[in-house]
């Protein structure tokens, strides 16, 4: 049984050092539990915060325990009547090959599904928060202009599709050309600029002539710097994540930018909510199932992965959803 363990809490970026690939015995079961095998790890960037210690909405891993991680796996053994051997469930195993649940913390999944690794994305937590925090406190209108920060990303990519389908005129942002291809030709957004040009501001001033009216946050940093200006009377901002801070140290440096933002949001009026989705959003979660199968499946939803092999190379991985290398949701085939 390899696992994947915190072997120190980063300062900064993580590095290779942070991590611990070891192999420890299967263990055995109790009554009332299952033995897991997984089959893919959900990489997000919500488990670099983890990895820190001090508060948060989640507790901290602990140095020398396993990562986090939302898996899906094969039930390999069962002392637990609600399931068999061969079962398929979506759980939180980490970053290893077996786990033990009691069951509570499992949803079982079509042992036949022909793509699994879909219930860890556009089908499973990013999915959700996107249509959650689009469709509830983003509340886009046809012919609305919608911005969706990491644009060809888990979250992103079903973002800007939602909006799409709500008859919105969606501009995405993303880091590169490639990216911005695979967002316009790909997902079906009006535009994406690229975040990385010299020149981004004045680009995404150019592909919103109308102003902005939702702005689905994922990134922070220069790419809210830039959207700010552009935002519209009673715009919506659904505050998802701020992934350009995440390795942060300290805050940065420079003007400080409080007042004049603070003047844009009152004379503006607009309205920004962070949200922690199965904290805010739990009970919904079937509701967004069922709709969102039903949009894949009538081909309104692309799917947008990138799936690694190896649980060994979940690590290195890990390091480059935090730079912008993935493209889609990045999942580990163990
Ligand atoms: P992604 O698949 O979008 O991967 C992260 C992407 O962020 C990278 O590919 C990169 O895309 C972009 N990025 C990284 N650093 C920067 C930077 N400095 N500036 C601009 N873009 C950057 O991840 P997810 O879709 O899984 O998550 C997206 C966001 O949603 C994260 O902030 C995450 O924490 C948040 N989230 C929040 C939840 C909640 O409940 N509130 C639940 C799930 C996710 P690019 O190359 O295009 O820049």
Same mark, same amino acid.
């Given at each position: ?79 637990? !009547?609600? /399931? +068999? $051997? ?7 195993? %980490? ?5 033990? *649940?009691? @069951? ?93 040009? !010299?020149? /981004? +501001? $004045? ?7 109308? %102003? ?5 946050? *994922?990134? @922070? ?106 493209? %889609? ?6």
């Amino acid at each position: 049984n390899r696992r994947i363990v915190l072997n120190s809490r980063p300062d900064g970026a993580p590095r290779p050092d942070n991590f611990r690939l070891e192999t420890v015995d299967i263990p055995e079961l109790a009554a009332g539990e299952v033995l897991l095998r997984t089959e893919y790890l959900s990489l997000d960037p919500y488990m670099r915060g983890r990895m820190n210690d001090g508060p948060s909405y989640a507790p901290a891993v602990a140095v020398g325990d396993v990562m986090v991680g939302g898996t899906v796996s094969r039930v390999e053994q069962s002392k637990n !009547s609600g /399931f +068999a $051997e061969g079962d398929r469930v979506l759980g939180y195993s %980490g970053w290893q090959d077996f786990a033990v *649940s009691r @069951g509570t913390d499992l949803i079982k999944l079509d042992a036949n599904m022909p793509h699994p690794s879909w219930a860890l994305g556009v089908l499973g937590m990013p999915g959700f928060t996107a249509y959650m925090g689009l469709l509830e406190i983003g509340q886009p209108k046809a012919g609305e202009t919608v911005v969706v920060a990491a644009a060809t990303g888990a979250v992103g990519s079903v973002v800007g599709q939602i909006a799409k389908l709500k008859g919105c005129r969606v501009v995405g942002v993303a880091g590169g050309a490639e990216k911005c291809r695979i967002a316009r030709e790909e997902l079906g957004f009006d535009e994406c600029i690229d975040h990385r040009a !010299s020149d /981004f +501001a $004045e680009q995404l001033a150019a592909a919103c002539g109308d %102003g902005i009216d939702v702005y689905f946050e *994922s990134v @922070g940093g220069k790419v809210f710097d830039a959207v700010t200006p552009l935002l519209n009377v009673k715009a919506r901002i659904p505050l998802c994540g701020l992934i350009a801070n995440y390795n942060d140290t300290e805050p940065p440096a420079g003007p400080d930018l409080r007042p004049q933002l603070m003047m844009t949001m009152l004379v503006k009026r607009i309205k920004m909510q962070g949200f922690i989705i199965f904290d805010d959003y739990g009970p919904r979660y079937n509701e967004f199932v069922a709709e969102m199968e039903k949009w894949v499946r009538e081909g309104k939803v692309q799917v947008n992965e990138d799936i690694v092999d190896g649980l060994e190379n979940a690590p290195e991985a890990f390091m480059g959803l935090l730079k912008g290398n993935n493209s %889609g949701k990045l999942v580990i085939r163990v």
